[in-house]
């Protein structure tokens, strides 16, 4: 598959996997949510590796770096995504991770050396125009950061530097191990971070009790979401540039309002609508600015 058309692939998955997070977190906690869906996405990855005669475990000196990959990108990213999910709506998450880009390209002028001139740094000032258009819905209220919704804002705002650290750091180790076996050694130790809690807290009591409804999330959310998406998203890294590929994420938050809408009936706001849009701007011209070096 071209690099670019996985990137895109992975976009659509994961501008769904919004709505299908929402519908699932009705029936279960996003401890178990996280646990089980992974465990479904190790075990794809892992079937395909062994399909294709590939070394099951990955070299030992990347190891930690892996590990490290999957606290970050796994374990705590979808921590935060799953808890914010229970309290904002999944259009608002779509257009907050809009921001994604911006985030990434701010790490990258600071760890990479990547030009940030002025281009960039109206984009960024632009894109948080936009984000704060949606995390305040247009509205100037000091107590406005003790709405529950806000606070699910705020924690997406946070899943989008866990993200871009994945993704900035993620670059050496599938260029030397080769993204199947990078994406799939990452998520098996984030996998495994994440069983202490689901242990403790019981989570296999939930599962008992998931609808035929929840269930189709939850697939949905493991197999397309975690192994195949992660998969295309790490493919696409190994043979593209990051800020080209990060660039497919303005997609995301467009598919997820096509899909919140009929499947959630979420609505969208006025300033929601706006803030997106300008989100939208703001990250298009941090990518269009210069050139990378």
Sequence with gaps: ??????????????????????????????????????????????????????????????????????FIGIFLHQLLQSH??????????????????????????????????????????????GVALVVTRGRLDPELLALPSTRGDLLI????????????????????????????????????????????SGGWRELSQVSSGGWAAILFLGFGCSGLAYWCWYGALERVETSRVAAFLYVEPLVTVVAAIPLLGERVGWSTAIGGVVVLAGVALVQRSGKRP
């Design 1 to 70: 598959m071209a690099p670019r058309l996985q990137a895109f692939v992975a976009i659509v998955l994961w501008g769904i996997s919004f709505v299908a997070t929402r519908l699932a977190l009705r029936e279960v906690q996003p401890v178990t949510l996280i646990f089980t869906r992974f465990a479904l996405g190790v075990g794809l990855l892992y079937a395909v590796l062994a399909a294709r005669r590939v070394p099951l475990l990955p070299p030992r000196s990347s190891w930690v770096a892996m590990a490290g990959l999957g």
């Design 157 to 200: 705002l946070v899943s989008t530097v866990t993200w871009s650290i994945y993704t900035v750091l993620g670059h050496d180790t599938i260029r030397r191990v080769g993204s199947l076996r990078a994406t799939a050694g990452t998520m098996l130790a984030g996998w495994l971070m994440m069983s202490p809690w689901f242990l403790g």
């Design 84 to 129: 914010a999910l229970t309290l904002t709506t999944a259009v608002r998450t779509g257009w907050l991770i809009g921001i994604t880009p911006i985030v990434s390209a701010l790490l990258a002028a600071l760890f990479l050396r990547e030009r940030f001139g002025a281009g960039k740094i109206a984009g960024l000032l632009v894109g948080l125009l």
